[in-house]
């Protein structure tokens, strides 16, 4: 599929249905690049609140008409300053409005930006403004440069932009300048416009580089413009509705979406891990983009309250919660769309119908009673929420669904600017990512012989589209290996195509651990279904060349805590040695508290459907250091880093085996 195709035709082939959503949206299929979009929406959408981020101090609030002309000013600036068509500037910034007008300034300017966080490692940073073949950079603050400060002198750097309003140093070789000064300096230089071709390379985005260093990803604004031009046939928000950003801005996944939900007049709030569930009530968002992490901690926060309901509410709450599972599952198969039963016979789906239709009522007071409370702790106003960043877990996507706040997931990588896949309201099937956005195909293949497999039969899943990157930044070698001749892009995950062509994953490739008997496993699933347990907060499989798997398990230490206390037990993580206590202490090593998660474990692993006995957990530890951002064991989406954690506990993995 040829990448030079306008806008209008990635949408020549799409539904009834996704046609008809697309009608009372604004249109920019004419529209060639990025930057072209801000001077129309200002135009049309002009007071509006655009950006917010009440988490500042004083408050900032920008309207769409205030944000196009801060984009023209920072670019004018940067034109004045000797910045031409093509440079590579590298961003290195956090969430935040000036963000968002550095990033659209940068390409108003008709530069390239390369993208990454002020919180990344230096020599990562480092990589990246040398890699990019960056001659200026855009950086957090006064904190961000002085990391990078000593190191700079060797790069073709000759100006440094802070976003914020830190007073520069004056005593720089380099050209150094606040945002203040920049848009002074813009103001009194005339802007001029810069007509980008759509193959042109907009952004560069690193790769993590789990393995070698990071792969400079090139984004064009055809790419991007694919993005924001057909996923009004996901979402159809009305201007001035309500968007709670959490994300990291320079990610693909967040940063296309928001230049979508943008182009239609919506208002971002920024928030963080620390306010977000405050946020959520105060502001109400229509929408929001999450990753699975954050929508298992707003779950795990509403399960902590129903466990400290008296005894008699806990039994009401849970029969009422297994009763509105059962209504959604024959629901779902009276709709067609139960992943575990696609083939269901008329007669299946009516007796399904009839099931439903005898458990609405007990749903219904579900409804009244429990589920309206919860969906208060997302604002109650929420439209949908889109998930990406990794697979949901099914009882999270149950959850949501039985208190009646649609997550629609979808599928796609930083490659592929990044969506290829996601749900739609009218055919949110719960398991999959979604149908392919317009002009998107995906293909699965033998991962050995890369030939094609049936619909059904899973393999290694291949993407082709307008998303897909031109490639990887001076690596010829590695875009070659990623992009067949046919421009298949090789997603490296495993997975299977419904009848429907909605696309179900079952892994990665790489995640894959092989047993000694040969066989394959997919942790991801299996890490899913553990996490029902209230006493697991995070897990991860180990087992590569074993006889069987093993779990390193992150205790959730309140549940315990909990649970000790209602068999008179005292559960003791710090080994303290005081005997001065009413109840018997014990510890996460003790045989009672073993013997409880090796229950939970073999529950929850056996219940999952297609188990095989190669699925169960054997041994297994357990670790008070949660895996997070900050101690390098997830990455900046809260996906857990599995080579690192394989690397900091390798010890303890090879005493399991042992």
Excluded at 49 to 73: F, G, S
Excluded at 440 to 453: G, M
Aim: glycine content about 6%; some cysteine.
């Amino acid at each position: 599929m040829s990448k030079t195709q306008t806008a209008s035709s990635f949408l020549s082939n799409i539904s009834q249905q996704e046609r008809e959503a697309l009608k009372r949206l604004v249109d920019y299929t004419n529209v060639e690049s990025l930057p072209e979009i801000w001077p129309l929406a200002a135009g049309r959408f002009g007071d509006v609140v655009a950006l917010r981020n009440p988490h500042a101090k004083p408050e900032v609030a920008i309207t769409y008409t205030q944000l196009a002309e801060q984009m023209r000013l920072f670019a004018a600036g940067l034109q004045a300053l000797g910045i031409k068509v093509g440079d590579r500037i590298s961003l290195i910034a956090d969430n935040s409005p000036r963000w968002f007008i550095a990033d659209q300034g940068i390409m108003t300017a008709g530069a390239v930006d390369a993208v990454r966080s002020s919180q990344a490692e230096k020599e990562e940073l480092l990589f990246i403004i040398a890699n990019s073949g960056s001659t200026a950079i855009v950086v957090e603050d006064l904190k961000t440069l002085k990391k990078l400060q000593d190191r700079l002198k060797d790069l073709p750097i000759h100006l440094v932009i802070l976003l914020s309003d830190e007073a520069p140093p004056t005593d720089e070789t380099i050209k150094l300048l606040n945002f203040a000064q920049l848009i002074e300096i813009g103001k009194n230089h005339n802007f001029v416009p810069v007509k980008q071709n759509r193959d042109a390379l907009a952004t560069l985005i690193y790769t993590s580089g789990t393995t070698g260093k990071p792969k400079g990803v090139m984004l064009s604004y055809s790419n991007l413009m694919h993005q924001v031009t057909t996923f009004g046939t996901v979402l159809q928000p009305n201007a001035g509705d309500m968007v709670l950003s959490i994300l990291p801005s320079w990610h693909s996944y967040e940063r296309t979406v928001e230049y979508y939900l943008l182009s239609q007049g919506c208002t971002q709030v920024y928030t963080n891990l620390r306010s977000v569930k405050a946020d959520l009530r105060q502001f109400k968002p229509n929408y929001m983009v999450g990753v699975p992490r954050l929508w298992e901690s707003i779950y795990e926060g509403v399960q902590k309250q129903f466990r400290e309901q008296p005894a008699n509410k806990q039994r009401l709450i849970n029969f009422l919660l297994g009763n509105s599972e059962k209504y959604i599952k024959a629901r779902r198969v009276a709709q067609g769309l139960d992943l575990n039963d696609l083939h269901a016979s008329a007669i299946e789906r009516l007796a399904a119908k009839i099931q439903a239709s005898a458990l609405l009522p007990l749903h219904a007071l579900g409804e009244r009673l429990v589920y309206a409370k919860v969906r208060e702790a997302t604002g109650g106003q929420v439209k949908q929420m889109i998930s990406g960043g990794g697979a949901l877990p099914r009882h999270i996507d149950n959850f949501f669904e039985i208190i009646g706040v649609q997550i629609l997931q979808g599928y796609g990588l930083t490659e592929t600017s990044p969506v290829t896949h996601v749900r739609r309201p009218w055919r949110n099937l719960i398991g999959a990512s979604g149908q392919p956005l317009p002009a998107t195909e995906a293909k699965i293949v033998d991962p050995e012989t890369k030939a094609p497999l049936p619909v059904e039969k899973r393999g290694l899943v291949l993407l082709r589209g307008p998303q897909i990157m031109q490639g990887y930044y001076q690596n010829p070698e590695a875009t070659a290996k990623a992009i067949d001749a046919e421009g298949w892009f090789d997603s490296g995950d495993l997975g299977w195509l419904t009848p429907q062509d909605d696309l179900v994953l079952t892994g990665r490739a790489k995640d894959t651990i092989v047993l000694t008997n040969g066989e394959n496993i997919e942790p991801q699933p299996i890490e899913d279904v553990c996490l029902r347990s209230p006493y697991i907060d995070q897990i991860m499989l180990v087992g590569q060349d074993q006889r069987s798997l093993g779990a390193l398990i992150v205790p959730n230490v309140e549940a315990l805590e909990k649970w000790a206390a209602s068999q008179n037990l005292t559960l003791d993580t710090q080994n303290d040695a005081v005997a001065s206590s009413p109840s018997q202490k014990i510890d996460l090593e003790s045989r009672m508290i073993q013997d409880l998660f090796r229950q939970e474990l073999n529950r929850e692993v056996q219940n999952r459907p297609g188990y095989r006995p190669d699925d169960r957990i054997g041994t297994f530890r357990l670790i008070l250091e949660p895996f997070s951002i900050e101690n390098g064991l997830m990455t900046q989406t809260l996906k857990v880093r599995r080579h690192v954690v394989t690397e900091r506990y390798h010890d303890i993995i090879d005493g399991m085996f042992a």
